[in-house]
């Protein structure tokens, strides 16, 4: 797919009705493989800590693996996640937080995605999350 | 402690400002080392095909993990994950998410939990999801 | 496949020349998607605590699920792994090794089995691992 | 540790008797936090399809992560590891495996490596799998 065809395919996924609008998700950018996504803090979005839910992570990161396998695959292809992995390297103490989402294997069947996950706090990134995501592909739902 | 207590303490977590408590989890019960939450349909729970987003079943499969295997380890002490991992086995197709969560092996420093997810849809339960959760217990936070 | 033909394919890809005749892996149980294998204690098994070396355990538990989920396939498709992940759970003292490993969910592409891994010491078993893994099927391998 | 403390203390565990030692791991380099082991091609480290089986590039990779966290602990301390996941990329068809293993993060009580392990064949490097390890900090044991 064309570059722009790809950023309106993921914004248009991401920014439907549903989750991951509830929360803020936003596309920082969208090539063919390789997904940026971000979500700024809000008080919805913690735990009793004060720091991102690890839940509000993980939602995050499968969310921006799906669309660099995704956006990997041939037209017409959907990748939906089969399993998520999450390793949580510090607390999410920022008040943005960043994903970079890397499709590493793509193939007929299935896809995997490396996604790391950063916060940001007085414009400083720490690595939060980690997160390995295998997907298999189904086709494209009807719009 | 008492179940009266470890339900107050896992109902505090939960309920407490965030994101356990803006999504909507209810604890339906709690005993040392084993924890039953639920999550209810709701427009902003969902992903682009109308089931509950992969990340909000992530959420709650984290969330109970952590009750179960908190409450599992000696007072004063409290579960934060440090590695989350869940198989997704069929959509979410249901109106409600019930997680069951129970502690498989808790030690002086971590414990594992596994997490059934089912969704229920005409009364009927559709396993959707397993996790494993392995968690590093710290010392409780001040409330 | 007949229960027959079930065990005659997991013993022939089992005894085959390779890894797991090596090492000693034996098929105890086989039906279309639960398949039972064990493994003796030898001291080319272990670590240097002298109890089976995680990967020992790691490698059981991905034969047998993709035994599991091979023979829970339509015939002519063989599941091959995507994704291993392995909870330890106790250290695995014991002489024998027995892995059972149930296909939780088989579908065109992919498969999902869990396995459950014990170690055997004075006849009493103790549960040493917890398995999630991910299979995708391709066509059968020619012989 | 010094640097030669930290590779013989590698060694030493690699290369006693048992698992790591009988498939003919080798330590290529060590130091604080990061460690290359190889492991090359023989008949007994095979699955059926004539590549290495996928026990045997679990097995390299945990014992990579092991020696990458534990030099990274203080003196004294050992890492086990408590979850393993490996994501397989491609078939593992070379003659020789390298496994990179980096600590990612080491705290007071566990800490979590990432493992890159390639095939080479013909002199060149192809990706098979990526693990995210998970361990705890145990007293070392006595020699």
Not at 63 to 86: C, D, E, I, K, S
Request: hydrophobic share 50%.
């Amino acid at each position: 797919m064309a570059h722009d065809a790809i950023r309106e395919l993921v914004e248009r996924v991401t920014y439907a009705p549903g989750y991951t609008k509830a929360v803020g998700t936003r596309v920082e950018s969208a090539e063919p493989g390789y997904i940026v996504m971000s979500l700024a803090k809000t008080d919805d979005l913690l735990q009793v800590n004060g720091f991102f839910h690890g839940g509000v992570i993980a939602g995050l990161a499968d969310h921006a693996a799906g669309g660099a396998v995704t956006t990997a695959m041939p037209p017409g292809r959907f990748a939906v996640t089969a399993n998520l992995q999450v390793s949580f390297l510090a607390p999410a103490k920022g008040t943005l937080l960043i994903a970079r989402a890397r499709a590493l294997q793509v193939g007929g069947t299935i896809g995997v995605a490396r996604v790391d996950v950063v916060s940001i706090a007085d414009g400083a990134e720490t690595a939060c999350a980690l997160a390995i995501v295998t997907l298999r592909g189904v086709d494209f739902p009807a719009k």
